[in-house]
């Protein structure tokens, strides 16, 4: 049997892959913060652990996967600096914070769903585990790990003897993300220390606030996902995984926390996808209010599987370039496949499954994902079995054992031809979006609200983006 491997941004090697328990893995994602859409750069990221998750179940093992929900404590600057992303985000939509957390968590499921992306066996938000992050902190307290100063708990860096252990090794092909924003906490023994609680909080106006030993107040963005780690997938880990920006702080100080509480070693193998990028390779990200999200590729006519497909053309492990003209030939691409696809299965009951042919391609798919997850290759294996002379019945066999993984519907018919809009219909919706679009200038927020919500009723939902105003059907 092939022995899976994957590059461990903790050793910056390729390792092969060994559980702490024989057959079964424990696999934590860092989850999206719920503040906005997610943009198809973050879904880049989970596209590729969902190839992670399904490879790891395609070689039989039992896997259990957690994600957290970001619904409170991330803030705009990794360093604790900057403004809360959630109350941000309630501000941008005159909406409250939970009310925001709810419509972009639903927002995610269905970009997710649309991408056939496996949902995690648990997904648990932040402001479910309030008492778990104040046991954890007490803790950290107790063995003098954390300290309170100008009313915050900060976790102190320098009681640990090695602190950078993911990013500052040199020689790194993943870009570390640099720290850009300006940390000016005087509260901070040593720079590097980064906020467990906070209760004296520089945002009067936040939302979210619990009781807690040392006031009323929030958790730092960094204890959930240690603490979410610890309740549902026990004290030792064997794969974390995020997208590489959050190597440091991050993941940094997850492992600098999770280790001083536990004692001892915490998580075996980091897991980090690289980014999406824009045209001329800067990086897309939420905070700049530019990006591009799944609705849109709708929209412009793109069924969401072919941005997977175009995902997994290229390695986890580079950087990846967005671009339209790519986007149409993989889509001229995905048609053609599920055309050839569908003449096959239609074929497949008229031959028998050859299964040294089924054994022979079956062992290329999986050494090709083996190989620290080479999914262009894994394509290239099914492309092979097309143009192959065995039966199709064997064709087929194989399509279905290798769609496990890649999961990109080449066996589902298309169904009948989605609702559409008529012209009538459509000039009234754009009428209305211009409507909106004068309101929100004069800040009428209620009657630019009021026209969303009208439109919605009619099952045209709105969005803003970098493009303008655009609009789908719910
Ligand atoms: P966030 O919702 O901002 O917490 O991010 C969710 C996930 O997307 C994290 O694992 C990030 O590291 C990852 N991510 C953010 N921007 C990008 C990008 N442009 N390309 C790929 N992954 C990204
Ligand atoms: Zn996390």
Avoid at 60 to 73: L, Q
Avoid at 75 to 80: A, H, Q, V
Avoid at 433 to 454: C, G, V, Y
Avoid at 459 to 465: E, F, M, P, S, Y
Wanted: charge should be negative; include cysteine.
């Amino acid at each position: 049997m092939s022995q899976l491997k994957f590059y461990n941004t903790l050793t910056k090697k390729v390792e092969d892959f060994k559980p702490i328990k024989e057959g079964h893995v424990s696999l934590y994602t860092c989850g999206p913060t719920v503040y906005h859409y997610a943009h198809i750069g973050n879904l880049r990221c989970y596209i590729m652990e969902d190839i992670l998750d399904r490879t790891l179940r395609y070689m039989g093992y039992d896997v259990k996967r957690v994600m957290n929900i970001t619904d409170v404590g991330h803030l705009t600057g990794d360093s604790d600096t900057g403004n809360d992303k959630m109350v941000e985000g309630a501000k941008r939509e005159h909406k409250t914070v939970m009310e925001i957390a709810k419509m972009y968590t639903d927002a995610f499921f269905k970009d997710i769903e649309r991408l056939n992306i496996r949902i995690p066996d648990v997904i648990e938000p932040a402001t479910n585990c309030i008492d778990d992050f104040i046991e954890m902190v007490q803790k950290l307290l107790d063995k003098g790990f954390a300290y309170v100063a100008g009313g915050n708990v900060y976790f102190d860096t320098s009681k640990l003897q090695k602190y950078n252990v993911l990013s500052n090794q040199g020689g790194d092909d993943l870009q570390v993300a640099v720290r850009d924003d300006v940390d000016e906490d005087v509260n901070k023994k040593n720079k590097n220390d980064f906020v467990l609680w906070f209760t004296k909080s520089k945002f009067e106006d936040q939302a979210l606030k619990w009781d807690s030993p040392w006031g009323v107040g929030y958790p730092g963005w960094h204890i959930e996902c240690s603490c979410i780690s610890k309740k549902h997938l026990g004290d030792r880990l064997d794969i974390h995984c995020g997208g590489i920006d959050n190597i440091f702080p991050h993941h940094t100080n997850e492992i600098a926390q999770s280790e001083a509480y536990f004692g001892h070693k915490w998580c075996n193998y980091w897991f980090h996808v690289h980014h999406l990028n824009e045209k001329g390779g800067k990086k897309m990200s939420k905070s700049s209010g530019e990006f591009l999200c799944v609705d849109l590729l709708v929209e412009k006519g793109y069924n969401p599987l072919v941005y997977r497909m175009f995902c997994l053309q290229s390695h986890y492990r580079k950087p990846l370039e967005f671009s339209y003209d790519v986007m149409d030939q993989v889509k001229s691409q995905y048609e053609k496949l599920k055309k050839q696809v569908a003449r096959i299965a239609d074929n497949a009951s008229n031959s028998t499954v050859d299964e040294a042919a089924f054994a022979s391609f079956k062992e290329k798919f999986t050494d090709a994902l083996c190989n620290d997850l080479n999914t262009s290759l894994a394509i290239t294996v099914l492309y092979d079995v097309l143009k192959d002379s065995c039966s199709d019945a064997t064709k087929l066999k194989l399509i279905e054992s290798f769609e496990e993984v890649l999961n990109l519907d080449l066996l589902k018919k298309e169904e009948a031809s989605a609702p559409t809009v008529d012209a009538e219909l459509e000039k009234y919706i754009l009428a209305k979006i211009e409507e909106r679009k004068e309101a929100k200038k004069n800040k009428d927020f209620a009657t630019a609200d009021a026209i969303r919500d009208e439109l919605l009723s009619k099952g045209i939902v709105i969005k803003d983006t970098r493009e303008g105003v655009t609009w789908t059907l719910a």
